[in-house]
Structure formats: structure tokens, C-alpha cells
């Protein structure tokens, strides 16, 4: 993943465009990215979105993780670390025993 950002980051840095990339904007383009995803979804069904706009999501899903990787990278934060410690956090939040085949959120679990 560190190679995967470096790449990104040096495409941009060949760019000039560091100098755009402080947390907040960062945190914005991410989400309106999402945001560009999801239009795919829009009055649509799940399968009828997928058969219509595969490639198209592909590209959405990608700027996703760009801007995730860019963001990570200027707060410092280790992604593989982050997510590995996240899965931990999960891991307690929802035990097996409780959450399998589930979709009810950690706080209401009986």
C-alpha cells in the first residue's frame, strides 16, 4: 500500500499540486468523490447499477481510495495500520456469537 501511495503522491508532487492538498480539502474531495459514486446508484436497483456503470464505478472507487491515500498520508496516518487496529476495534464491538449474519449495530445487541 506505502508503494501504491508513493506513486500518488509522486504523480502529484510532479504537478505542483501538494500545495492544494491540506486535510480539509483533502477530507472534501474525498467525499464528494463518494458522493460521485454513489450517483451511480441513483434510482436504480443494486444489480441495475452494477450492469449500467461498472467501469464508470471502477474510476469512482479509485478516486476513493486516492483521496483516502492522499488524506492518510498528509495527517500521518498509516493506513494498513489503521485498518488492522480498526478490525481489532471491530472484532470486540461485534463477536461472532452476536453479529453473525446480523445487521444490527454493536449498541443493539440484546
Not at 460521485?36 to 472507487?61: G, R
Not at 491515500?69 to 456469537?97: C, W
Amino acid at each position: 500500500m506505502k508503494d501504491l501511495q508513493q506513486k500518488i503522491i509522486e504523480f502529484c508532487d510532479v504537478r505542483n499540486w501538494r500545495q492544494f492538498h491540506n486535510p480539509k480539502d483533502l477530507a472534501i474531495s474525498l467525499s464528494l468523490e463518494a458522493g460521485e459514486l454513489l450517483e451511480n446508484f441513483q434510482w436504480k436497483s443494486s444489480e441495475e447499477a452494477v450492469q449500467a456503470n461498472f467501469e464508470h464505478m471502477k474510476d469512482e472507487i479509485a478516486d476513493v481510495f486516492i483521496y483516502v491515500l492522499l488524506l492518510s498520508f498528509e495527517l500521518g496516518i498509516d493506513v494498513e495500520e489503521a485498518i488492522t487496529n480498526k478490525i481489532k476495534k471491530n472484532e470486540q464491538k461485534y463477536p461472532i456469537e452476536k453479529s453473525y449474519g446480523s445487521n444490527k449495530k454493536y449498541n443493539e445487541f440484546e
